[in-house]
Nanobody, 118 residues
Framework: QGQLVESGGGLVQPGGSLSVSCAAS????????MSWYRQAPGKERELVAQ????????NYADSVKGRFTISRDNAKNTVYLQMNSLKAEDTAVYYC???????????WGQGTQVTVSS
């Protein structure tokens, strides 16, 4: 059974940087597109960034474009989200998602809390 485990969340001051990771196991990581979502208290879960299987294409929400970078290492079965110039409104639980277009199989991680506050 596939599993995703996020790590690296925490408390950071406005303007600071943080990197979160998502380690995959139990499925063929390189066959899956990967995404990061986030959900703030009282809000809907929203797509933050996505990356294709090979890493050749990435897309970002307008709210994070130019500040966040998604990347992946298929040899390590891990996807990363580098977050720079963090703002209070980036505070949320960050989730990673794996999706295989061919089968529509989806896996979600349990989430990691990112808090931006002084």
């Amino acid at each position: 059974q596939g599993q995703l485990v996020e790590s690296g969340g925490g408390l950071v001051q406005p303007g600071g940087s943080l990197s979160v990771s998502c380690a995959a196991s139990g499925f063929t990581f390189s066959s899956y597109d990967m995404s990061w979502y986030r959900q703030a208290p009282g809000k809907e879960r929203e797509l933050v960034a996505q990356i294709t299987r090979t890493g050749s294409t990435t897309n970002y929400a307008d709210s994070v474009k130019g500040r966040f970078t998604i990347s992946r290492d298929n040899a390590k079965n891990t996807v990363y989200l580098q977050m720079n110039s963090l703002k209070a409104e980036d505070t949320a639980v960050y989730y990673c998602k794996a999706y295989r277009t061919l089968t529509h199989r989806t896996y979600w991680g349990q989430g990691t809390q990112v808090t931006v506050s002084s």
